[in-house]
């Protein structure tokens, strides 16, 4: 079983910057890829970074290319997600998932490809 825990949500004003981060068991994190989702009640999940395991890759969604960086620390098996210039249609709840190994990174991908945290709150407002 692996188990995926986000922290650092809450909420910041329109332009401001936060920080998530995401824990995976140990050992897990090894070797898979890392993602982050983000859902706005009455709306699909979205994909909208996603990490190789060597952190050589790393790919946005266009909504957020510029201002979400998606990092790694496999050494803390830790992940990521630096969130600049933040906009109220930015409020969501954000979701960490590591892709299940029998899986590669070149896409999101179906949901049942990952192992989820259980979500954090960001909310961007004046």
């Known amino acids: 079983q692996v188990n995926v825990v986000e922290s650092g949500g809450g909420s910041v004003q329109p332009g401001g910057s936060l920080r998530l981060s995401c824990e995976v068991s140990?050992?897990?994190?090894?070797?898979?890829?890392m993602a982050w989702f983000r859902q706005v009640p009455g709306k699909e999940r979205e994909g909208v970074a996603r990490i190789t395991v060597d952190s050589a890759g790393t790919y946005y969604a266009d909504s957020v290319e510029g201002r979400l960086f998606i990092s790694r620390d496999n050494a803390k098996n830790t992940a990521y997600l630096q969130m600049n210039n933040r906009k109220p249609e930015d409020t969501a709840l954000y979701y960490c998932a590591a892709k299940k190994r029998a899986y590669t990174c070149t896409n999101f991908g179906r949901s049942d490809s990952y192992s989820w945290g259980q979500g954090t709150q960001v909310t961007v407002s004046s």
């Open positions: 140990e050992d897990t994190n090894r070797g898979r890829c």
